[in-house]
């Protein structure tokens, strides 16, 4: 039920409303229009022409050339060797703190022990941290490790700066699944990993949903741990863009930059636009008690 | 009790410590482990390598007393204030809008939360351009026959700050709208009712029923912003990258560029340490609050 049926407005206040919702719409919509348009037309165009207006020279060189053979740093790779190293860490990394997530959740909101709660606390707060306080030693360790400027020290620190997300959003949901369904389970003898496979699993399509869409948008919109522990070759895709757009040298080839921008939002804006409900799930669990 | 507990404990209970284990040794080591060598290092007389010399307070006293961090900290204010003010003014205004309508919010609402699922870069690479001068807004204004309009605040050391509010508002606004959506959801029917029969005008019935009754979502709503205040970091290197000069700079671009790229480790980690505290003061009452409510 909303509050329209309780409160009356009349009909202009609420077309009134609806022109407003209009505006403010543009306004959300217009930088992803401008980006768009320009990224199909010609350098002269966009300088001599209008932001807003719609390419008279149509074409899709522009992302041609940012996909493959613009200027990243000073190689002429284009952007695709960028978007691979960014798949190679959300693959693996996504997938671990899934799952080690799963069964800390489990863990955490079915096998009370002393403590849990100051655990789970101490757990959630390590996903706020601002991450500038972890990255002098993170580097330090890396170093040691011999990961330093690797694909697999991104993957690690990724999965580790990921587990509080994850662990919550299971946490959260195994919670609210009924007793009852447990004890049952465990009075013919069902333990732990059995519990865990043939009641929770069963009921876990949804928040593993979430996990994965909340650490796949997050981990593939980085930027500071890419930028602090990437190197020219493993940096991934959000590193490589800004260091196309914000290059100082030669001519601001705008159209590339305009696609490239697009290109690395593209992902991340289809997960939202096909499975938006899970990723509003997983903004809102961490503000609003799940 | 403590005896009798472990009396009891069971073959699971010992799995189930088992399986939580390695995330708890990666969260102490990784997290507090980490916080600590943070603070340790912002006492010492670390410069391009963190060294173990101890020398108190030092770095944070040259902190203080350097120009650049007074500017990340002004621009922090200003920008937090602007940022956690305007988009919970934002946010709140059109979950009001979207909950007087089912037609209007599965229309809109996507629209208006979309950039929270894009990255700072290319968002903050979106508005460089569109707040350029020389291609952007100005342009585009001056083209519809307003020669003298000037909108060129990206460009200019006292108002760079305040382009990054506008673009972090952007992102953010819609995320908050979702917590306020929520929010008025909630809101007891019978309230309302009573209100409307008592004759009170549509205005008065929010700001003296609806509104009040958004305590909670009010305390969500400052709390993800105030962490997100303090944390953003992408958005401004994409777009201002801390400048014109140093202009934009804030707590969080300054921590990086005294830690990685001027070898004063000491003080870039006196700065982090220093985010960190305001982020604790922020979440930590917060999460308490959760935790205890259960």
Redesign the interface.
Same mark, same amino acid.
């Given at each position: 039920?909303?509050?329209?049926e309780?409160?009356?407005?009349n009909g202009l206040v609420?077309a009134i409303?609806?022109l407003?919702?209009l505006a403010?719409?543009a306004?959300?919509?217009?930088?992803?229009y =401008?980006?768009l348009v320009?990224s199909f037309k010609p350098l002269s165009e966009?300088?001599g022409g209008?932001?807003?207006a719609l390419p008279k020279a149509f074409s899709f060189n522009y992302w041609y050339q940012a996909w493959a053979t613009t200027n990243i740093g000073v190689q002429a790779t284009g952007l695709r060797p960028y978007f691979i190293n960014a798949g190679m860490i959300v693959i693996p990394a996504v997938a671990a703190s899934t799952i080690?997530?799963a069964?800390?959740g489990? =863990?955490?909101a079915?096998?009370p022990?002393?403590g849990d709660?100051l655990?789970?606390?101490?757990?959630?707060?390590?996903c706020?941290?601002?991450?500038?306080? =972890?990255?002098?030693?993170?580097a330090?360790v890396l170093g040691l490790l011999g990961l330093s400027g690797t694909i697999g020290g991104l993957i690690l620190i990724h999965t580790? %700066?990921g587990?509080?997300f994850t662990?919550l959003f299971f946490r959260n949901t195994y919670k609210a699944i009924p007793t009852e369904m447990i004890e049952a389970a465990q009075i013919d003898g069902a333990?732990?990993?059995k519990i865990f496979r043939l009641i929770m699993l069963p009921l876990s399509g949804p928040v593993f949903a979430v996990s994965i869409i909340w650490q796949t948008?997050n981990i593939?919109?980085?930027?500071?741990f890419g930028a602090?522990f990437g190197n020219a070759t493993t940096q991934p895709i959000?590193v490589a863009?800004?260091n196309l757009?914000?290059s100082s040298t030669g001519v601001k080839e705008?159209n590339i930059?305009?696609a490239g921008?697009?290109m690395?939002?593209l992902p991340?804006?289809l997960? %939202?636009?096909f499975s938006?409900k899970y990723?509003?799930r997983g903004?809102?669990s961490?503000? =609003?008690?799940g | 009790m403590r005896s009798k507990?472990r009396k009891h404990i069971t073959?699971?209970?010992l799995?189930?410590?088992a399986?939580?284990l390695?995330? +708890?040794i990666?969260?102490?080591v990784?997290?507090?482990? @980490?916080?600590i060598?943070?603070i340790y290092?912002s006492l010492s007389a670390s410069k391009m390598m963190?060294s173990l010399t101890w020398v108190g307070i030092d770095n944070y006293i040259r902190m203080f007393k350097l120009s650049h961090w007074m500017t990340a900290l002004k621009n922090f204010g200003i920008f937090g204030v602007l940022y956690i003010g305007l988009s919970a003014a934002i946010g709140l205004f059109?979950a009001i809008?979207?909950?007087?309508?089912?037609k209007?919010e599965a229309?809109?609402r996507?629209?208006?939360?979309?950039?929270?699922?894009?990255?700072?870069? +290319?968002?903050g690479? !979106?508005?460089?351009?569109?707040l350029d001068p020389g291609?952007?807004l100005e342009?585009?204004v001056r083209?519809w026959g307003f020669a003298a309009f000037r909108f060129d605040w990206i460009k200019n050391s006292e108002f760079a700050i305040y382009t990054v509010a506008i673009a972090a508002i952007?992102q953010v606004s819609?995320?908050i709208m979702?917590?306020f959506l !929520?929010g008025?959801r909630a809101?007891p029917?019978e309230l309302? *009712?009573s209100a409307?029969v008592d004759g009170a005008p549509?205005w008065k019935?929010y700001t003296k029923v609806?509104i009040p009754q958004l305590r909670?979502a009010f305390l969500?709503a400052f +709390?993800?912003l105030g962490?997100m205040a303090?944390?953003s970091?992408?958005l401004v290197? !994409?777009l201002t990258?801390g400048g014109p000069g140093r202009a934009s700079e804030l707590p969080?671009t300054f921590?990086?560029s005294y830690?990685?790229g001027r070898n004063q480790?000491g003080i870039? !980690?006196s700065?982090?340490?220093f985010?960190?505290v305001i @982020?604790a003061m922020i979440?930590?009452p917060y999460?308490?609050h959760? +935790?205890k *409510? *259960?």
């Open positions: 039920m909303t509050i329209r309780t409160i009356r407005i609420m409303f609806f407003f919702m403010a719409a306004v959300y919509l217009i930088p992803l =401008v980006m320009n966009i300088q209008n932001m807003m080690m997530g069964y800390s489990f =863990v955490l079915r096998w022990f002393r709660k655990v789970f606390a101490l757990i959630l707060f390590g706020f941290i601002p991450f500038q306080i =972890v990255l002098i030693p993170s330090k580790i %700066y587990l509080g662990t333990h732990f990993m948008t593939w919109n980085d930027f500071l602090s959000m863009l800004n757009v914000s705008y930059h305009f921008a697009l690395a939002a991340t804006l997960i %939202y636009i938006g990723f509003i903004l809102t961490g503000a =609003v008690k | 507990a073959k699971d209970e799995t189930a410590r399986v939580l390695p995330t +708890v990666l969260t102490l990784f997290v507090y482990g @980490f916080i060598f943070t290092i963190p059109l809008l979207l909950d007087l309508s089912k209007a229309i809109f996507p629209i208006y939360l979309y950039p929270m699922a894009i990255s700072f870069i +290319v968002t690479t !979106a508005w460089k351009w569109f291609i952007g342009r585009i083209s952007w819609g995320y979702i917590i !929520a008025l809101v029917h309302i *009712e409307v549509i019935v609806v909670t969500s +709390v993800i962490h303090i944390k970091y992408d290197i !994409a990258n969080s921590m990086y830690t990685f480790m870039g !980690a700065s982090a340490v985010m960190m @982020f979440i930590i999460l308490r959760q +935790v *409510e *259960e």
